[in-house]
């Protein structure tokens, strides 16, 4: 059943990153690492639901998406960052695979982070972070979602940033490729989570079936 939620709050977090904090449905229950689809109440924008991911805790009283903004086209990322507070927007239900099965490697490209800042958050609040490690591309360091608070939660040596285009002084300059993972990668008998584009997940997920990783540990949304 749909939902009919307000927009409560909104801010950049990047240069197009925007966080949006909207209303809670009574009742409305989720896992951390999954996503819901969304379309904006509006006449023209109804029909468009998109798929986005909660990053809030699942005891907070108000839900929160990190949502790129895609400016370049008239889409409904667009039309989401020109919207007011007291906006309204329609959810469905939860869905996804991407849910903490135990301590591992994390590894995510752009956007891709958002299921794991809620299954890190949460994993903070218990207390329970020991044994993650979060390995993160993007383009530049500009692009880094909430850098300041996955290094709180992690640690400088749990958090471990690629980019791909901009050098910047002490950060790798390159790909996650084979080569990179096997020099971080010290055990493959674990967990390994991955999200971000379709070819990126497909790609990663086949090296790390080269690797040894077994196919029951890869956690990723098909
Ligand atoms: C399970 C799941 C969870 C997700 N969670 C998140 C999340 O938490 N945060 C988040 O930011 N994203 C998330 N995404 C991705 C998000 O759903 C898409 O970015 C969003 O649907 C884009 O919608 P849009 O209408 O703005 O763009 P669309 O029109 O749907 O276009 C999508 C892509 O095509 C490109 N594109 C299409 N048409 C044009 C054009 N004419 N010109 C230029 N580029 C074009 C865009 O650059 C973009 O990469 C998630 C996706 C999935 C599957």
Not at 108 to 137: E, M, N, S
Request: charged share 25%; net charge neutral; with cysteine.
């Amino acid at each position: 059943m749909p939902h009919v939620v307000r927009i409560i709050s909104t801010v950049f977090v990047t240069h197009d990153v925007k966080r949006f904090v909207v209303e809670r449905p009574v009742g409305y229950k989720f896992t951390p690492g999954q996503a819901t689809d969304v379309a904006i109440n509006e006449d023209l924008w109804r029909d468009r639901s998109r798929p986005f991911t909660f990053t809030n805790l699942p005891t907070s009283k108000r839900l929160e998406f990190v949502i790129k903004i895609y400016d370049d086209h008239e889409g409904v990322t667009k039309r989401l960052g020109q919207l007011p507070i007291g906006a309204e927007l329609i959810l469905h239900e939860p869905f996804g695979a991407i849910t903490y099965q135990g301590p591992g490697y994390f590894i995510a490209a752009g956007t891709g982070v958002t299921p794991f800042i809620a299954i890190l958050r949460d994993l903070h609040r218990r207390r329970k972070t020991k044994g993650c490690t979060l390995l993160l591309t993007n383009r530049t360091f500009h692009d880094v979602i909430l850098d300041e608070e996955l290094i709180r939660i992690l640690g400088d040596q749990h958090f471990l940033k690629v980019f791909t285009r901009q050098g910047v002084i002490g950060f790798t300059e390159r790909h996650i490729d084979r080569d990179l993972l096997v020099a971080l990668v010290q055990d493959f008998n674990q967990k390994f989570y991955v999200c971000g584009p379709e070819k990126f997940v497909s790609d990663i997920n086949g090296i790390l079936l080269s690797l040894g990783v077994s196919s029951q540990s890869l956690v990723f949304e098909s």
